[in-house]
């Protein structure tokens, strides 16, 4: 890990680490959708990225963007072909998250989706 710390600082980067099965666990596109990162998300999508592929614990990027309040990203996933109706191993979807935050325009965008 100290290699890499320095390999980092040589390289004037700045970037969280963590562990590999940490970020085995969470596909890019997950991580971008939760954090809002929509021109990410975009980006990632446009270069094949699946937008329903899971993390470890099986929510979607959407789920997490529904439930983090990210309009513009759940809208972004949603034109790039994400799955509303994808259900979490609780059986909760991307509308249930954002039911349960409140966020009233994710769950018109969700509901009305066609």
Do not use: C
Not at 14 to 22: E, I, K, N, R, T
Not at 32 to 57: E, F, N
Not at 60 to 75: C, I, N, P, S
């Amino acid at each position: 890990m100290s290699r890499i710390k320095h390999l980092l600082a040589a390289a004037a980067i700045s970037v969280p680490l963590f562990s590999l099965a940490q970020a085995a666990a969470v596909p890019p596109i997950v991580s971008a959708a939760s954090l809002g990162k929509t021109a990410t998300v975009t980006s990632l999508i446009a270069k094949g990225a699946d937008p329903d592929v899971r993390q470890a614990d099986g929510r979607t990027a959407l789920m997490l963007a529904a439930d983090a309040g990210h309009f513009e990203t759940v809208r972004a996933l949603m034109v790039g072909g994400a799955s509303r109706d994808l259900k979490d191993p609780s059986g909760r979807t991307a509308f249930d998250y954002a039911f349960e935050k409140k966020h009233t325009d994710i769950i018109a965008l969700l509901r009305d989706a066609s």
